[in-house]
């Protein structure tokens, strides 16, 4: 029977350890909360480690096929479900899956597109509502050039300095 110097568990000592080991270099300090944590289970014999590797990594492999990602189907092609009718019908119903997204994006464009227009006539509906009033609040803007008035030499375009 072996003892260890130090023991996976919470101590001063261990505490210490870890902290020294994340200022010095922060992979340290996470290999010593780790042992600190999980040294038990291993229990310092490399059998015991193997062990629990082992397990780890046969339930790892026993789930793989059970998670898939849902937005990327193209992955389902590369399974075989063993059943040539079936995988015919997947690959048919995935590809009418493909058209439909295909017309559901050409739509939310199109959407787009006419939002974008609909945004720039109401931004230049405002903008003309603002250049007419402000046309109409500068003094002798708006008001129609009489042209019955002697040419005296100015050419002010009915522009006044008084």
């Known amino acids: 029977m072996t003892t260890a110097i130090i023991k996976p568990q919470w101590s001063p000592l261990t505490i210490a350890l870890m902290v020294l080991g994340f200022i010095l270099f922060w992979p340290i300090g996470l290999a010593v909360l780790g042992y600190i944590l999980w040294g038990e289970k291993f229990g310092g ?4 480690a193997q062990a629990y590797w082992n397990k780890g990594k046969a ?13 990327n189907h193209r992955s389902y092609g590369m399974n075989s479900s063993g059943n040539a009718a079936f995988d015919d019908y ?8 493909d ?5 559901l994006d050409a739509e939310i464009e199109a959407f787009h597109e006419y939002m974008a227009n609909l945004n720039k006539a109401k931004d230049r509906e405002e903008f003309d ?11 002798g803007y708006g008001e129609p050039r009489n042209d019955s008035k002697p040419d005296n030499g100015d050419n002010n375009s009915g522009w006044t300095n008084t």
């Open 45 to 48: 014999s490399p059998e015991k």
């Open 59 to 71: 339930w790892c492999s026993s789930n793989k096929g059970k998670h898939h990602n849902w937005t």
């Open 90 to 97: 997947r690959a048919e119903q995935l590809r009418r899956l």
């Open 99 to 103: 058209e439909e997204r295909a017309r």
């Open 129 to 139: 509502r603002f250049m007419n009033e402000r046309r109409g609040s500068r003094q």
